[in-house]
């Protein structure tokens, strides 16, 4: 994995990064975004626009907050709530649209 995003998007989706991101890898749910791992090419230009600096290289995600690399993945490894199966490499999220749901760690999230 590469960029995550992390606590500090939960319950936001301002989506500039979405808007940023040139190969359409970052995701809706219902509480945050996630970041498609595999699809994902390491360019960062999501970073600096996120408004709450809630992006980060999976390996400078701050303390506490591990657990979001996680999900990160999980949100398309596995089928989410309401699914059969995982999201997987859709290839985009423009085609897919919002999802509207969330890992159950991110469901039950408390900041």
């Known amino acids: ?3 995550v995003v ?3 998007c939960v319950d936001v989706l301002d989506r500039a990064c979405v808007e940023e991101c040139p190969i359409d890898c970052i995701f809706i749910g219902n509480r945050m975004a996630y970041i498609q791992p ?3 090419i390491d360019c960062g230009a999501c970073e600096p626009v996120c408004p709450v600096e809630a992006i980060y290289f999976e390996d400078d995600i701050p303390a506490g907050q591990e657990r979001f690399v996680i999900e990160n993945a999980l949100f ?4 989410l709530p309401g699914r059969t199966t995982p999201l997987g490499q859709p290839g ?3 085609g ?3 999802l509207g749901v969330d890992t159950l760690y991110v469901q039950e999230y408390q900041s």
């Open 1 to 3: 994995m590469t960029f």
């Open 6 to 8: 992390g606590a500090a």
């Open 96 to 98: 897919v649209g919002e």
């Open 76 to 79: 398309f490894a596995e089928p």
């Open 92 to 94: 985009g999220a423009t």
């Open 38 to 40: 595999e699809e994902c």
